[in-house]
């Protein structure tokens, strides 16, 4: 039900554009956000919208380098990365979730589902 793209290969200082797509209708409403995964680490929390209000939230590791937006007719969600670091390497993964209150956005446990992630490597 989610579907993402446009992983791939970059050098240090570039940009990557990602984009998670919801095959149901009844995502408009709901919290959608990015998570990552680096080898050998957890998973964690990239960036979160609100598909109906468009609210924000951003991981202090990139604030101000990436930005969330959402396409509510194509229900898509994008994430433009910038000044990558090769420290953003990760499996980048798409996920949604019906209600969810702002201070839960940044838990992996809250999203009910999830896309099956796209490879970003930033190259130094």
């Known amino acids: 039900q989610l579907q993402a793209s446009g992983g791939g290969l970059v050098q240090a200082g570039g940009s990557l554009r990602l984009s998670c797509v919801a095959s149901?209708?009844?995502?408009?409403?709901?919290?959608m956000a990015w998570f990552r995964q680096a080898p050998g680490k957890e998973r964690e929390f990239v960036a979160g919208?609100?598909?109906?209000?468009?609210?924000?939230d951003y991981s202090d590791s990139v604030k101000g380098r990436f930005t969330i937006s959402r396409d509510t007719a194509k229900i898509t969600v994008y994430l433009q990365m910038n000044s990558l670091k090769p420290e953003d390497t990760a499996v980048y993964f798409c996920?949604?979730?019906?209600?969810?209150?702002?201070?839960?956005?940044?838990?992996?446990?809250?999203?009910?589902?999830w896309g099956q992630g796209t490879l970003v490597t930033v190259s130094s």
């Open positions: 996920a949604a979730s019906g209600t969810l209150i702002r201070s839960s956005w940044s838990m992996s446990t809250a999203y009910a589902y």
């Open positions: 149901e209708r009844s995502f408009g409403r709901w919290v």
């Open positions: 919208i609100n598909l109906s209000g468009g609210t924000t």
